[in-house]
């Protein structure tokens, strides 16, 4: 097995440290913030001293390719965006405290993202589209390294995908900005050109985002450990679990404690290394 180790600043001391620790045969630089240490001998306390070096670590087979996978499945919010779109209608609609404070309690899977979903839209009655435009102009931000792990994936021949629990309003854009090949999420029911504080449909929450998933799986011939997911929530823990490799992309605890990998200092870049490309 290949220990990658990542990190915003990784020092040489620790990666000796590290190599010694593991009892790796080698290191092997993949990029400034991603190093390989190659046939590592043991774990113990890996775990440990890279939590106290703010450094990202994975486990992984020498022979993962990236190659091998044929689909990448994202959440939108806090995993593909930095923001929480929903929080950032509402503070336009100077409500932001309200909403982000039920946002938290979802992704900490206090409450279920269906009664979760349901009071926050219901907050934003009477918000007009152009809110919406707003913040896909203004505010929507990529993750930090977003467009380089896509760029790679599809290089790879992988499918992309968005699954959010969010809007259908934003879901489409990300869609044709990014050029992905699918996308999922809830719809505002509109009326006058103002939201009217309900859903349209069956709720796409938890058990929701694992469907879709596992419907595009159908449509493309493919298999769960054909599939890469990644997120941030509780609501993303469906979605992982039904792919063959999941990814906890700076986290909660509970997502963490069930993925196959966590990303908790580096971006969606930090993805594509540990993957042979």
Excluded: W
Aim: proline share 1%.
């Amino acid at each position: 097995m290949h220990l990658i180790i990542q990190g915003i600043e990784v020092e040489n001391y620790d990666l000796r440290s590290l190599a010694k620790l593991a009892s790796a045969d080698e290191i092997e630089k993949i990029s400034g913030q991603a190093f390989r240490l190659k046939n590592i001998k043991q774990q113990e306390g890996v775990s440990n001293y890279c939590n106290e070096a703010s450094l990202d670590y994975a486990i992984v087979r020498p022979d993962q390719n990236l190659s091998d996978y044929k689909l990448i499945a994202m959440d939108m919010d806090s995993t593909l965006l930095t923001i929480e779109s929903i929080d950032e209608i509402a503070d336009i609609h100077h409500i932001k405290q309200q909403v982000a404070e039920i946002t938290l309690k979802t992704m900490r899977g206090e409450i279920s993202f269906e009664e979760s979903l349901t009071k926050r839209t219901a907050l934003l009655r009477g918000v007009h589209i152009d809110a919406l435009q707003k913040v896909f102009d203004e505010r929507m931000q990529l993750s930090p390294g977003a467009e380089f792990m896509l760029k790679k994936a599809k290089a790879a021949g992988l499918k992309t995908m968005v699954i959010s629990g969010g809007f259908t309003f934003f879901t489409d854009r990300i869609k044709e900005k990014l050029q992905l090949d699918f996308a999922a999420a809830n719809t505002f029911e509109i009326q006058d050109n103002k939201l009217t504080g309900k859903v349209l449909g069956k709720i796409l929450g938890r058990e929701g985002k694992a469907e879709v998933l596992n419907d595009v799986c159908g449509k493309l011939g493919i298999t769960r450990d054909q599939v890469i997911a990644i997120g941030d929530g509780a609501n993303d823990l469906d979605m992982l679990a039904a792919a063959g490799v999941s990814i906890a992309y700076h986290a909660k605890p509970v997502v963490q404690q069930q993925a196959t990998y966590s990303l908790n200092y580096v971006g969606l870049d930090g993805v594509v290394n540990l993957f042979n490309q």
